[in-house]
């Protein structure tokens, strides 16, 4: 079972300080662990610390890795593109990084799996930069499950995407840990889909680590009220499902 | 039904890319046996008119021509229009790479300034001798336009790799490299003698007459070196198109790349423009039309891009010699006269992507 953790990672742009410190605990495969945050707290920052993409202070460790060029995937939350490049081929194209030099069967087979799989298979021959924010969010996605990781790095992955398509990649996220074993880091704005689907939560503040734990233990009026300012809580609902009530900005 | 609904939907983007391919190898069939033509009819014309059909013979039988014919065909028109064709592919290629790694769709030798540069840095030589690399000898031209056309290249680099260096800036910079080394060629045509006032506007102008077979063995050399780098790198190169972010999200070294790339490029570009002078426009529109005809998966656009730009050059070159009756005009006139609508073209075609 693969297994991350951090020890004291920080990051800088110039003289500011983005990231300090963060220590997470360690996060085993099979988990969705929910990064969330106010604007600016750290939580690309912290995701592109993780993908090694960005320099910086700390170590990030990784256990129980088959292959570690393709153990990670990383999807930014900038998904624009200009390329006159299909959604089949752009997929093929983040497979290929990873793969044989030349073009084999399987490859091809591997983008129609992860295409079938976040069911976009109608997009398949569509012109990356003709699509939608939420289609390209989905192709940044796909992108990601065709390099068959084992550890999955979303940043921001459901923030351009209707609700339906939030809920159907939320469960995906859920399967593909759950069901195949993965570690999957999600950035999210939603409380709501942190609190619904994630295992464990960490919550970033100002370049720090906050908090770490259950949704619920997270989740709490003080946490919420220091780090997001709002006046908020947990209820259950009639169903006995959690809830994010917000009654108001501090 | 939704499984066999999208299993279906996905077979048939499979099917699609696989038709996409096949049609993609069939418009490169086509581009080489346009090469080949142009290639064929550039041989063919010249001030001393020989039919297709003499022409060919020379070529298969040289021993059995005539010495006068296989000096004009030999000697003279089959370096310059090899050369035609070897500088189409590289500035073709490099411009192909430098829109690639600048993310930019007007990026080119021409558009940036490096054959500005080059140009610069041949009237260097030719009004007063400055020879920038020692010993040059010969090639003291050829040497001074490289030189400065790589020191162009890494300040064009270096701009774009600030913070928040949008496409605007770096075209907005090249315009100004492109006055700024202009203005510097005034001043020494100004200060320089007449004779070689001559030679640097000549060789400004950009000529295949200049084409022998040392330089064309160099050329060649130079553009079979560097082309299976890119090909060898397609995925990656390929990816750049995507945007920084995902690229360094696939695990691509994009800086490294980008640097790696650009020394390429501007050997493949300085080399040429060196050689036969400043051909404008070949390194912007070669790669638009190929991306219009194959998309923008290297493993076709750099063919496409190479044969296109020769395409284009070899018939630019005959143009060149039957555009005005009895005279040879430089090619770099040619390719500017038909590039110029193309570059109007692709800048009004869209008010905010050009791609």
Not at chain 2, 17 to 34: H, K, N, P
Not at chain 2, 71 to 97: C, D, E, K, N
């Amino acid at each position: 079972m693969v297994v991350l953790s951090t020890h004291g990672l920080g990051a800088r742009f110039g003289s500011r300080q983005v990231l300090r410190d963060v220590t997470l605990p360690p996060c085993y495969g099979g988990e969705v662990v929910a990064v969330i945050g106010p604007n600016a707290a750290g939580k690309s920052t912290l995701f592109r610390r993780l993908a090694a993409i960005l320099p910086g202070a700390g170590e990030c460790r990784l256990e129980g890795v088959r292959d570690a060029d393709r153990a990670i995937a990383y999807m930014p939350q900038d998904q624009t593109a200009s390329a006159v490049l299909t959604v089949f081929e752009s997929i093929l194209l983040a497979r290929k990084q990873v793969s044989g030099w030349r073009l084999e069967r399987s490859d091809l087979v591997a983008v129609e799996q992860a295409l079938a799989a976040l069911d976009m298979g109608d997009l398949a021959n569509e012109i990356l930069s003709e699509l939608s924010g939420g289609q390209r969010q989905l192709v940044g996605f796909a992108q990601c499950l065709v390099r068959e990781p084992q550890v999955l790095l979303l940043d921001e992955p459901t923030s351009a995407l209707d609700m339906h398509r939030q809920l159907e990649a939320m469960r995906q996220v859920r399967s593909l840990a759950h069901d195949d074993g993965m570690l999957v880091l999600i950035a999210l704005h939603h409380l709501d889909l942190a609190l619904k689907f994630a295992d464990k939560v960490a919550l970033l503040s100002d370049g720090t680590l906050h908090d770490f734990g259950t949704a619920a233990g997270v989740l709490t009026p003080e946490n919420l009220a220091a780090t997001f300012r709002i006046r908020a809580r947990v209820e259950l609902c009639s169903q006995g499902k959690p809830h994010l009530i917000v009654d108001d900005a501090i | 039904m939704t499984d066999l609904h999208t299993e279906a939907l996905t077979l048939a983007g499979r099917d699609a890319y696989q038709a996409l391919s096949v049609r993609r190898w069939i418009v490169l069939l086509v581009l080489v046996l346009g090469v080949c033509i142009a290639l064929v009819g550039d041989l063919s014309t010249g001030p001393a008119s020989y039919g297709l059909g003499e022409i060919v013979r020379t070529l298969v039988l040289p021993a059995e021509a005539d010495a006068q014919m296989r000096v004009i065909v030999w000697s003279i028109r089959m370096p310059s229009a090899l050369m035609g064709v070897v500088v189409g592919v590289a500035l073709a290629i490099g411009g192909a790479q430098m829109q690639t790694i600048l993310n930019n769709p007007l990026a080119s030798p021409f558009t940036l300034g490096i054959s500005a540069g080059a140009s610069f840095g041949a009237a260097l030589a030719l009004a007063f001798g400055v020879a920038l690399v020692p010993m040059a000898g010969d090639y003291i031209v050829a040497a001074n336009a490289f030189v400065v056309a790589m020191a162009t290249a890494f300040l064009i680099h270096l701009a774009s790799l600030r913070r928040g260096a949008s496409i605007q800036v770096i075209v907005l910079l090249g315009i100004a490299l492109v006055f700024s080394f202009n203005t510097a060629l005034a001043i020494l045509q100004y200060f320089a003698a007449e004779q070689a006032v001559a030679a640097i506007v000549f060789w400004t102008m950009g000529s295949l007459t200049k084409a022998t077979w040392p330089k064309l063995a160099i050329t060649a050399i130079v553009v079979g070196l560097t082309l299976p780098v890119f090909l060898h790198r397609r995925w990656q190169l390929t990816a750049l198109r995507l945007g920084e972010a995902r690229a360094a999200s696939f695990g691509i070294p994009v800086r490294r790349l980008r640097l790696e790339t650009l020394i390429l490029v501007s050997l493949l570009t300085a080399i040429p423009v060196a050689f036969v002078g400043t051909i404008g426009f070949i390194g912007l529109v070669g790669p638009h039309i190929a991306r219009m005809m194959v998309g923008e998966d290297q493993r076709f656009l750099l063919p496409a891009s190479a044969l296109t730009g020769a395409l284009i050059m070899s018939l630019s070159s005959i143009l060149a010699k039957i555009a005005v009756p009895g005279a040879v005009l430089p090619i770099g006139i040619v390719t500017s006269a038909i590039g110029l609508p193309v570059f109007l073209y692709l800048i009004l075609r869209s008010g905010r992507e050009i791609w």
